[in-house]
């Protein structure tokens, strides 16, 4: 058996989130749909994160077992042929296992997470990034905000940023890195951890608005994190802007990550 890494994006505002769901709207249902009309045989599937509904990904990695031969084009050419406007995968690699007999994982091998929220300040909202940005009518401070992020880096807690139905077995996450800048009308988020929780970032964005808008002090973000509940934080921010960006691995895999930026067809 062969395991086939592949590097999916797709725009998730008509599906309702990544992982299968009764009904087969979920990217994927589509994935494993496209995957057994190409090899004309099932396919099962693993990514490296799930995504909510109306969550978009720049680049999602899935692995797969497969005994057919393929080159790396035909997967990608071949999936792409029966997948919708919407999905598509970018590149495929075969991945074997190393020397000491570390097999890939594209869940568990993965070192880091990175995500881009990207958000339209402006007094009106536009029809045009319906779907595709969030929205904040009211003016935001990128320096309250990038002030208030210091308390989240490391090793941490992050219970109040949680989802409740969040089923990870442990909150504390490692927050490796939390960017905010502003791009004319659109402000976008990166940020980058060993995992997260369900939610944990749109709740993070929706806190960081209270603060960009002076509802909250910068200081008010830690507070929420050591205070450890989630009705300390501010509710969970729309998906629309959310984007999965990049999954890190070890080099030894040789996969052919995109790079990859906030909403690049602007």
Avoid at 145 to 171: E, I, N, Y
Wanted: hydrophobic residues 40%; aromatic residues 10%; charged residues 20%.
């Amino acid at each position: 058996m062969k395991r086939i890494a592949i590097g999916v994006q797709y725009d998730g505002t008509a599906w309702h989130g990544y992982q299968k769901q009764d009904g087969g709207q979920t990217v994927q249902d589509q994935l494993e749909l496209a995957l057994a009309q190409f090899a004309t045989v099932k396919l099962a599937t693993t990514c490296a994160g799930r995504t909510d509904t109306g969550v978009h990904a720049l680049e999602q990695v899935v692995h797969f077992d497969t005994d057919l031969s393929r080159d790396a084009h035909s997967w990608v050419r071949g999936v792409n042929a029966f997948l919708p406007p919407s999905i598509g995968v970018r590149w495929a690699k075969e991945v074997v296992s190393d020397p000491e007999g570390d097999e890939f994982h594209a869940r568990f091998s993965a070192r880091a997470r990175t995500y881009h929220y990207v958000l339209y300040n402006n007094p009106t909202r536009s029809p045009l990034l319906a779907g595709r940005a969030g929205f904040c009518f009211r003016p935001l401070d990128v320096e309250r905000m990038q002030a208030a992020v210091a308390p989240l880096l490391g090793w941490h807690d992050f219970t109040a940023f949680r989802a409740a139905q969040c089923q990870a077995k442990s909150p504390v996450k490692l927050m490796h890195e939390i960017k905010i800048e502003r791009r004319g009308e659109l402000v976008v988020f990166t940020v980058t951890a060993n995992a997260f929780l369900h939610h944990m970032v749109r709740n993070l964005v929706g806190s960081l608005v209270y603060v960009g808008t002076g509802r909250q002090p910068p200081e008010w973000l830690g507070q929420v994190l050591e205070a450890r509940d989630r009705h300390h934080a501010a509710p969970t921010f729309m998906p629309d802007g959310l984007y999965l960006a990049r999954i890190d691995y070890d080099p030894k895999w040789q996969l052919p990550l995109e790079t990859t930026s906030p909403l690049p067809w602007f």
